[in-house]
C-alpha cells in the first residue's frame, strides 16, 4: 500500500497532471499539486482532494522554468509532509511550426519545461529519497519520446530527452531503491485536445467525427483515445512494490501508435 507516501506531481491543475494527483491520492498519499490556473478553481482542487481522499494536499505555484522555484518546490513538499517519495515530472506545452521559422523563445520554452525542469526537480528530490531508503521518479514522455511528428521540433527533442535523462537516473540510483521510468502515452483525451477539435473543424471543413477520426487519430491503431485515468493507473502501479524492478523503462500507453 502506499498510504503515508508523499508525492510532488508537477503540472497537475490540470489534463493528466491532475489525474495522477487524483490517483495516488485515492491510494492515501499525500499530494502537492502544481501547475497554473484559475486561484479559486486550484484551491477548490486542492481542498477536494483531502475531502475527498482524507490526504494532505498543498499547492506549489512554481513556474517550471525556473531551477530555483522547481528547488522551492521540493522543499515545500519535504517541509509539509516530512519526505518526497514520489516524483511525477507531468508539466508540459507544446508549439506547432516548421523549423526554420520555429521561434527560438518557445524551442526554449519547451526545453525548459518539459526537459529541463525534470532534471531540477529530480537533481532536488534525489537526496531526501536516498535518505528515506525508497523512491519512485516518474515522467510523462509521449509516443514522441520514441517517433516524432513533423513540426514538433522542440516537443521531440524534449521528450526523447527525458526518456534520456530517466534512463541515466535510473542507472545512478539503482540501488538506493529508488526506481525512474517514463510513461509515454498517445492521444490523450485532456481539455488541451478538446479545445483544439473546434479550430480543426474551421481549418480544415471537417465534422468533429472526421477530427477525431481521421486528423487526432490518424497514428493511433485503436482510433480511440487514451484517458487520463489510464495513464495514472501505470504511475499508481509504478509505486507499487511488483514494480520494484521496473527501472529505466518506457511504457507506451498510445493504442499501438509506436507499434506501427
Ligand atoms: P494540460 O495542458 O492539460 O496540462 C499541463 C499542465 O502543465 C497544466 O497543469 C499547466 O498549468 C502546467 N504547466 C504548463 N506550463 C507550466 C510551467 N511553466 N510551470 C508549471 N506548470 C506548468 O496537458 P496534458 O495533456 O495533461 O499534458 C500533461 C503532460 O502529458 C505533458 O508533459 C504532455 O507533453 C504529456 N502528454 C500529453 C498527451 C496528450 O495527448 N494530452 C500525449 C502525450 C504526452
Not at 489534463?15 to 491520492?25: E, M, S, V
Not at 522555484?69 to 513538499?77: L, N, P, R, V
Not at 486528423?215 to 512494490?241: G, M, N, R, Y
Amino acid at each position: 500500500t502506499l498510504k503515508g507516501k508523499n508525492a510532488v506531481v508537477t503540472g497537475s491543475t490540470s489534463g493528466i497532471g491532475l489525474a495522477y494527483a487524483k490517483a495516488l491520492a485515492a491510494e492515501g498519499v499525500n499530494v502537492l499539486i502544481n501547475g497554473f490556473g484559475d486561484k479559486d478553481a486550484i484551491e477548490a482542487e486542492r481542498s477536494g482532494l483531502e475531502t475527498t481522499f482524507g490526504v494532505k494536499a498543498v499547492y506549489s505555484p512554481a513556474d517550471m522554468t525556473k531551477p530555483a522555484e522547481i528547488a522551492g518546490m521540493i522543499e515545500t513538499g519535504t517541509s509539509a509532509f516530512g519526505s518526497v517519495d514520489i516524483l511525477i515530472n507531468n508539466a508540459g506545452i507544446q508549439y506547432v511550426s516548421p523549423v526554420e521559422e520555429f521561434p527560438d523563445d518557445k524551442w526554449n520554452q519547451i526545453i525548459a519545461i518539459n526537459l529541463s525542469s525534470a532534471f531540477h526537480a529530480i537533481k532536488a528530490a534525489v537526496p531526501g529519497m536516498k535518505k528515506s531508503g525508497w523512491g519512485r521518479i516518474i515522467s510523462t514522455a509521449s509516443a514522441h519520446s520514441l517517433v516524432a511528428s513533423p513540426f514538433k521540433s522542440a516537443y521531440v527533442t524534449a521528450k526523447h530527452g527525458l526518456l534520456g535523462l530517466t534512463k541515466t537516473v535510473a542507472l545512478e540510483v539503482a540501488t538506493d531503491k529508488i526506481t525512474a521510468n517514463c510513461i509515454s502515452p498517445g492521444y490523450v483525451w485532456t481539455p488541451l485536445v478538446e479545445k483544439q477539435i473546434p479550430d480543426t473543424m474551421k481549418a480544415r471543413n471537417l465534422t468533429r467525427e472526421q477530427v477525431m477520426h481521421d486528423v487526432l487519430l490518424e497514428a493511433q491503431p485503436t482510433k480511440e483515445f487514451v484517458t487520463s485515468e489510464e495513464v495514472a493507473a501505470i504511475a499508481v502501479f509504478l509505486c507499487s512494490d511488483a514494480a520494484a524492478q521496473i527501472t529505466g523503462a518506457n511504457i507506451s500507453v498510445d493504442g499501438g501508435w509506436t507499434a506501427a
